[in-house]
């Protein structure tokens, strides 16, 4: 079964430029995770946050959380042509620790 | 970091044989890992959770006598899919995250590309 739903399904923007990507989720969570994906690789992971937590940074990535939503976002700022990826938000559910995944966002940045 | 290893990264096979992928953690111990399938232009999808020294758990809709797991060891699962058919063609991803590490990510291995033909 999926989980999030990530918005847009592809975006596409010019190098320096911020990009945004929205996921939304049904059920209650242990946390939110964001992973980037490479054509034909496997997943790299970006960052995490808590279900009590609001707002996380690392580095040229914020990630915020509203779990009145259910939905989270995640920011990329100046962003550069190796950005170009696919990116996908995952909820950690239950006592197992797996993760369900949304559909992702298929980011394009342009140089 | 925590680093998982899959192998093979790609593999062709014919209609009813069998292939088996493996998934280690390299410098962790892992008693859980997770067996992922993904389809192109689309997202993972949970196949199953594989336990060391238990029976895998089965998401619903995945035959267990077609995708065998076994987690023989705190460092390695297998997924062995039986009787291949090119349905079965896909991008299959193992991930394992360190014991007794709670809310910390998943390690993912690079991913084996089976085609069936």
């Known amino acids: 079964s999926q989980q999030g739903e990530e918005d847009p399904q592809a975006l596409s923007i010019q190098e320096g430029e911020n990009a945004t990507m929205n996921c939304s989720y049904k059920t209650s969570i242990n946390n939110l995770q964001w992973y980037r994906q490479n054509s034909g690789r496997g997943l790299v992971h970006l960052i995490l946050?808590?279900?009590?937590?609001r707002e996380k940074h690392s580095g040229r990535l914020r990630v915020t959380l509203d779990t009145s939503k259910k939905s989270s976002s995640l920011l990329i700022t100046a962003s550069r042509a190796a950005d170009t990826a696919s990116y996908f938000c995952?909820?950690?559910?239950?006592?197992?620790?797996?993760?369900?995944f949304g559909k992702g966002t298929k980011l394009s940045v342009k140089p | 970091g925590a680093v998982v290893s899959q192998h093979p990264s790609w593999v062709i096979c014919k209609s009813g044989t069998s292939v088996k992928i493996e998934c280690r953690s390299l410098?962790?111990?892992?008693?859980?890992m997770f067996w992922y399938r993904q389809f192109p232009k689309q997202s993972l999808m949970l196949m199953a959770t594989s336990n060391e020294g238990s029976k895998a758990t089965y998401e619903q809709g995945v035959e267990k006598d077609k995708f065998l797991i076994n987690h023989a060891s705190l460092t390695l699962s297998t997924l062995t899919v039986t009787s291949a058919h090119p349905e079965d063609s896909s991008f299959y991803i193992c991930?394992?995250?360190?014991?007794?590490?709670?809310?910390?990510?998943?390690?993912f291995g690079n991913g084996t590309r089976l085609t069936v033909t």
């Open positions: 410098d962790f111990q892992a008693t859980t």
């Open positions: 946050i808590r279900s009590n937590e």
């Open positions: 991930s394992a995250r360190v014991d007794r590490l709670y809310n910390s990510p998943l390690h």
């Open positions: 995952a909820t950690e559910q239950g006592s197992q620790g797996n993760l369900i």
